[in-house]
Each structure stands twice: as C-alpha cells, then as structure tokens.
C-alpha cells in the first residue's frame, strides 16, 4: 500500500504519522511544495520577533524524524490529480502513483484588488521566507502598515509592535476581528491596542499603493488620507488552495467535499485541514475551517479512515478560535454570534478589559465570547461540545454570566 499525501502542514505532517502507527509496512509520501522542512505558520510570529529560530517553527525539530519512521519527504508542487490512473504531475513534468490519496494542500494568502498591491515591500506573512523578509525590515522605527486585523492580521501584529515597528493598522470591518468578534469586544481590542501605541483605522479601506522613493511606499486609504510606510503587511484573509483540482473529478465547493470519514467524492482520496469543507459541530452543516485545532483533527481521522478504521467518523469541528493580542487574551466559540429565537448574557466591563458574552438555544450553550477571562476557555467549549442541558442554572447564567464554572459542575453532576 502507497499512501500519498499532498501538504506538509499540520495536518498532513498527523495524518503521516498516524498512518505510520496503523500500518507498519506502508509506503507513506508526504509533498510539501516549499523548499522548507514541514514547518507551522502559527510559529511565524515568534520567529519575527526572535524568540524562536527556524528550527522553531519546525513541526517536528529533530532531523531524522521522517526518516526514523520511514515517511519520504517530497518537495515538489503538484499540478493534476488523475484520479482514474491514480497518479499525481508535478510541475517538472514527473509523475507519482499512489493507492490512496489525501489532499492537505492548507490555504493561501487571499491578494486583495488594490492597485500597486504587487510592488516591492509588501508582504503575506505565510511563509518562511515571508517572515525572513518581513523580520528585516521590521526594526524599531520602521513604519508598517498592517491591512487587516483579522485572527491572522492580529497575530502578525504582536510580533510586528514587539519588534520596534510604528505600526498602523488598517481594517475595512467595523471593529477587530469582525469573524470571531461581535462589536463591543472587537471595541474592546481595538482599544487595548490604542492604549498600547498602535494606530487602527477600522471601517477604511486602502484604495491604491504608491511607490515613494527608493525604497517607501505611500498607503492611501478611503477617507483620502495617505501613510508613508517602509513596509506594507497583507493579512486579508485565506482562500482553500484548491484550483489544482479543476480539471478533476473530485468535487469541490467552498473547498473540497468530504463526508463523515473525509473522503471525497472519488473512492480512495481524501481531504483534510484548511482545504476541506467538513462537518461543522454546532450547525451540523458542511464548511472550511481554516483554524488548526480542526486541521490537526481532520488528519488523524482521514489517516484512520485511510487505513480502514471506518468507525472513526468525524463528530463535527467545534469552531474555535483563541487569539493573543498583546497580552489580551481573547476567545470564540461554536455560534458566538447566536442563533434565532435563541438569548444571551453578557458581562461587560471595558473599563478593566473583561467581557463575556453567552449564547444559549433553549437551555444549551451554543456559543460564547469572552475577553481577559481566560480561566473559563475550557469550560465554555466543553459545554458547548457535550451539549450538556444547563437546567436552572441557564438562568443563573443569565443574571450573572462569570457563574459559568459553577453552572458547568452542576450540570456535570447531573450528568454522573
């Protein structure tokens, strides 16, 4: 037996592994296209500011890990998946047969269409070699301007004010993290970012990039305003890189479809990370979760399935996203937005940075926000997972929603 896989990310890097233990004879490839060991992109920021060094962004730091367990390590792009021949083309021409096939090609960059997006010091912070380039000119004083305070945008942000930067933020939404935030704690952000010197336009747009001089740009932005910046980062969002696939018959959508053991729609290949459409927890609908938690789960599934362990069924991704902004600690979980008919509780307090935000259908946790309050993390998505019935203390919570910890062993002991 050949296992392929293509994507040398998270996901694939598990999925690898996993296979390794369920089947001790395989052939196990894994294809990254980067001229890189398999590395995490959410290690990228800490290798800006120097707190890490190449290596420690690497998935697995010592350098006979793949070998030891008998993975190849391709570094190549592949350009077609002929799924009646089951064969993969690389872009050099060459080819490789595999006898089941996962798909872990992860996400891209998303270039907005802004005119001058494409001239010299602007940067996706997506690779290795992004973060080298974007790591010398962020020194102390440089002048960045960050395009989006998205999850990602807002990562790449701590490491580019830690790093010296005068850092201006520009994001089109009406607060920060507009896909994880509702509008009192994506204020609340945004002002915990303003008092620690950053500069954020939100409801603004950059309407052209300029060249100004040998080596500035000039950032003009939608209110006719300018900014001159050394330096330009992108962080407007990721698209599932699944255009490899268009003269194929594995259908596609959002990303790529899967059922409940990530296959696709062609017998043998499977998909997983942030290029599959998979099962959503909380609204038992198919979508891309571009998050790691879900990419990381995604490929120990597809490996057991791969492998012939059909009863490992894929239960849902909770959608969950938890995010570091300068020592703010901040958290989303499943549907934080609400849902209809359903109600809420908050807690606001934005003179201390604290918020918490409830989201119930009938008496179940569906969904929370929370901001500075990071003890109850683990609380908020294990009701959420277990769909435990709060009873009485759904009220409760209502009255006062910091009484989470308790409403979560009470109706735990219900439940033993």
């Given at each position: 037996m050949h296992y392929v896989i293509i994507g040398a990310g998270p996901s694939g890097v598990i999925a690898a592994e996993t296979l390794r233990k369920l089947d001790a004879d395989a052939d196990i490839t894994l294809i990254g296209n980067e001229q890189e060991a398999p590395y995490s992109r959410m290690a990228l920021p800490y290798f800006l500011v120097r707190k890490i060094p190449e290596q420690g962004t690497y998935l697995r730091t010592s350098a006979g890990h793949f070998s030891d367990l008998r993975i190849?390590?391709?570094k190549q792009h592949v350009s077609?998946?002929?799924t009646t021949a089951q064969r993969l083309t690389f872009a050099d021409g060459t080819q490789l047969a595999y006898d089941k096939l996962l798909i872990a090609t992860g996400s891209s960059p998303v270039t907005p269409p802004i005119p001058g997006i494409d001239l010299p010091g602007i940067y996706h912070c997506w690779t290795l070699a992004d973060a080298r380039a974007i790591a010398q000119c962020a020194v102390p004083g440089a002048r960045?301007?960050?395009l989006g305070a998205g999850f990602i945008g807002c990562?790449?942000?701590e490491a580019l004010v830690k790093s010296g930067a005068e850092l201006t933020v520009v994001e089109m939404g009406d607060r920060m993290v507009p896909r994880m935030m509702n509008e009192r704690a994506g204020g609340l952000i945004k002002q915990w970012c303003a008092a620690k010197g950053v500069k954020v336009c939100t409801s603004m747009r950059i309407s052209g990039i300029a060249a100004d001089g040998a080596d500035a740009l000039r950032i003009s932005l939608s209110d006719g305003s300018c900014i001159p910046a050394d330096m330009l980062v992108a962080a407007?969002?990721?698209k599932p890189n699944i255009d490899f696939l268009q003269d194929c018959a594995i259908k596609t959508d959002q990303g790529i479809l899967i059922n409940r053991q990530m296959q696709t729609s062609v017998a043998g290949v499977y998909a997983a990370g942030d290029v599959a459409q998979g099962l959503d927890f909380s609204t038992g609908e198919y979508a891309v979760q571009a998050i790691q938690p879900t990419a990381s789960e995604h490929g120990q599934l597809a490996a057991k399935n791969m492998a012939g362990l059909r009863q490992a069924l894929h239960q849902g991704s909770v959608n969950m996203n938890v995010l570091d902004t300068l020592g703010l600690i901040s958290s989303s979980f499943g549907l934080w937005r609400g849902v209809n008919g359903g109600e809420m509780a908050e807690?606001?307090?934005p003179e201390h940075y604290r918020y918490l935000n409830l989201q119930f259908q009938d008496d179940r946790l569906v969904g929370a926000t929370s901001i500075g309050l990071t003890q109850h993390i683990g609380i908020l998505r294990g009701l959420i997972q277990?769909?435990?019935s709060l009873g009485v203390w759904k009220e409760?919570?209502?009255?006062?929603?910091s009484r989470i910890m308790e409403a979560y062993l009470a109706a735990s002991q219900v439940l033993t």
């Open positions: 190849a390590v391709l077609q998946v002929h960045v301007v960050l990562i790449i942000l407007a969002g990721v807690h606001y307090d277990s769909k435990i409760r919570l209502q009255q006062d929603p």
